[in-house]
């Protein structure tokens, strides 16, 4: 299945909302191995981790389709779709890329 850019970097924009989910129910669970998690807390964890991996795996299988597809270096379209993802965002790296 072929990508385009732009769904390159909603899967990027998905995987980063996922992977700061995680960060944010760490933080506001505190460290597994200090703090005693409910059920329900280590339930909703395990959720968000395997969304975020999930997420984060097919978004490497299809940058790798699509840099086949393109002829392009994987690494160099890796980094154009998490700068499109940042600009998307709002929060771009002052270079004036989209």
Known sequence: MSHTFEELVAKQRAANEAHARVEQLRESYGPPAQVRWTGEQSETYETALRAW???????????????????????????????AARAARGDGDGEGEA
């Open 53 to 83: 991996r999930d997420l984060a795996r097919d978004l490497q299988a299809a940058l790798n389709e699509y840099a086949t597809d393109e002829g392009r270096p994987r690494p160099e379209v890796e980094a154009d779709v998490e700068r």
